[in-house]
């Protein structure tokens, strides 16, 4: 079993910042890819951005290219979320997720994770 917990939501104004965190128990964290997921109400969930289990890739949804940044620190067991130049359209819910195959890609679908954290609130205002 993993456990997953998120922190580093809040409201902010368009333009502002926020970093989310993700820091996790129960397994070797370094070994598994980790991805950000958001969904906003009324919307289906997507996939936000990833990042391999060495760290050495990183993926992003071309929503967010250029403003948001994916890393991890696996002496921490944590990964984070830098969100820059916020729009309101990032409103979301937003959580991180485990695929359970240690060494596997960056999924880029929720059904391939198998973890989930409860989530944080990321609300932005204009």
């Known amino acids: 079993q993993v456990q997953l917990v998120e922190s580093g939501g809040g409201l902010v104004q368009a333009g502002g910042s926020l970093r989310l965190s993700c820091v996790a128990s129960?397994?070797?964290?370094?070994?598994?890819?980790v991805g950000w997921f958001r969904q906003a109400p009324g919307k289906e969930r997507e996939f936000v951005a990833g990042?391999?289990?060495?760290?050495?890739?990183?993926y992003y949804a071309d929503s967010v290219k250029g403003r948001f940044t994916v890393a991890r620190d696996n002496a921490k067991n944590s990964v984070y979320l830098q969100m820059n130049s916020l729009k309101p359209e990032d409103t979301a819910v937003y959580h991180c997720?485990?695929?359970?195959?240690?060494?596997?890609?960056?999924?880029?679908?929720?059904?391939?994770?198998?973890?989930w954290g409860q989530g944080t609130q990321v609300t932005v205002s204009s």
């Open positions: 129960g397994r070797t964290f370094s070994n598994y890819a």
């Open positions: 990042i391999s289990w060495s760290g050495g890739s990183t």
């Open positions: 997720a485990i695929n359970g195959d240690p060494f596997s890609r960056v999924a880029l679908k929720d059904y391939e994770y198998d973890y």
